[in-house]
């Protein structure tokens, strides 16, 4: 078995056992997965529709907060940009107070401070987006393979304190369940 496949036919059927001492293995041949076959016997039920809805789920909230999250950059670093060329200008540099000094130095960190929060922010973000989008890939090859389609639908309701109510609708061409709606909360 490849140590880079994350997911693989087992790891999204029912069937599939996990234990400390020989890791993944399927429940009814006690063997390692496969990863170059498909399996014939494979149950895809709901644990395979839980990481399928969340991956989906994932995928767009962070495109639906993508514009916000750079945004945030953005002015973060204009921010800090501004802090570093205003303490570089805030005295004349020839005063030689050690206040003074020790004020400009302080706004110049604050300037370098802010530009490290963006760059991390930026970084975390794309991170999570990579992540998530090699997930949806590799189950929608799996998908592929069992020759299982979908189309998901995702519908944005109520934002109370915070709290976004959202249904999430798969349909299915090619597998025993033809649609599935599941209601979801989440912290925004």
């Known amino acids: 078995m490849s140590k880079l496949c994350i997911f693989n036919d087992c790891a999204l059927c029912q069937n599939e056992r996990t234990s400390f001492e020989n890791g993944l293995t399927c429940n009814l041949t006690k063997k390692k997965p496969n990863v170059i076959n498909t399996c014939s016997k494979i149950k895809l039920d709901e644990k395979f529709l839980e990481k399928l809805e969340s991956t989906n789920l994932e995928l767009v909230i962070l495109s639906k907060n993508k514009k916000s999250?750079?945004?945030?950059?953005?002015?973060?670093?204009?921010?800090?940009?501004?802090?570093?060329?205003?303490?570089?200008?805030?005295?004349?540099?020839?005063?030689?107070?050690?206040?003074?000094?020790?004020?400009?130095?302080?706004?110049?960190?604050?300037?370098?401070?802010?530009?490290?929060?963006?760059?991390?922010?930026?970084?975390?973000?794309?991170?999570?987006?990579?992540k998530a989008k090699f997930e949806k890939l590799k189950i929608d090859d799996i998908l592929k393979k069992h020759k299982i389609e979908y189309h998901p639908?995702?519908?944005?309701?109520?934002?109370?304190?915070?709290?976004?109510?959202?249904?999430?609708?798969?349909?299915?061409?090619?597998?025993?369940?033809?649609?599935?709606?599941?209601?979801?909360?989440i912290n925004v």
Request: no cysteine.
């Open 69 to 130: 999250i750079h945004l945030t950059i953005f002015w973060t670093s204009i921010s800090g940009f501004l802090l570093i060329i205003g303490g570089y200008y805030f005295y004349e540099w020839t005063i030689h107070s050690v206040f003074i000094w020790s004020v400009k130095l302080g706004i110049i960190g604050m300037g370098f401070t802010f530009l490290g929060m963006a760059y991390s922010k930026l970084k975390a973000f794309k991170k999570q987006e990579t």
């Open 153 to 185: 639908t995702f519908i944005f309701e109520n934002k109370i304190h915070g709290i976004q109510e959202l249904k999430v609708n798969l349909e299915f061409r090619n597998w025993i369940k033809k649609r599935t709606t599941t209601a979801y909360k």
